[in-house]
């Protein structure tokens, strides 16, 4: 096996894994990811598992990295197909196949298992808006699950936008913790990591 971080939508790198099966094993994406979790850290779980006969080797007999293929459908972390009910979770299922670069949502399907992240969350609530909903932050990651998203999806007319709280982290600030985050739910240990992979450290996270 071998994991690799890429980029094939500009500015959206994200972990994609490759397995050579023994045969006639069925491995299915959603519970590889599912027995990973067991033993990684969300960040650290790939978004897509690519099942392969052989590797691709350089002349030197090593990983030919480049020539992995890119994930398709069949490798992402879905959940059994079920199509989108009503106005709102249609609309959500379009915006995810947009973001995601996927060209089937199951209403049952997870946004951060499929490859999403806090940056492409600030994406979805701008087009939602665009549409005419309003979705806040919070419940990005408080109902990832479609259906429980579009529960959480309110029209624009007629209810009290969400109003983001202003940005508490100083300029040139070295260190970063919870209370300065209050969008997110992460603990000081998984802002410490992010922080520790960001080129520049805590000075180059910025609020959203």
């Known amino acids: 096996a071998a994991v690799i971080a890429r980029e094939d939508i500009p500015g959206d790198k994200r972990l994609v894994a490759y397995l050579r099966p023994q045969a006639g094993a069925a491995l299915v994406p959603a519970d590889l990811r599912q027995q990973l979790a067991q033993h990684l850290a969300d960040f650290m779980l790939p978004s897509a598992f690519v099942m392969l006969a052989t590797f691709p080797l350089t002349p030197n007999g090593k990983l030919d990295r480049r020539a992995l293929p890119a994930p398709d459908q069949s490798a992402a972390v879905t959940r059994d197909y079920e199509a989108p009910v009503g106005e709102r979770e249609t ?28 940056l492409m969350a600030v994406s979805l609530i701008e087009q939602l808006r665009n549409a005419g909903w309003l979705l806040d932050v919070r419940s990005v990651f408080s109902a990832p699950v479609l259906t429980d998203m579009a529960q959480a999806i309110r029209a624009e007319q007629g209810e009290t936008a969400f109003i983001a709280p202003p940005n508490r982290i100083p300029d040139g600030c070295t260190a970063l913790t919870p209370e300065m985050l209050p969008l997110v739910m992460l603990s000081q240990t998984e802002i410490d990591t992010i922080a520790g992979s960001v080129a520049g450290g805590a000075g180059n996270v910025q609020d959203i």
Do not use: P, Y
């Open 91 to 118: 609309t959500l299922t379009q915006i995810w196949q947009n973001l995601l670069g996927l060209a089937r949502i199951s209403r049952h399907d997870h946004f951060f298992e499929l490859g999403g992240h806090s």
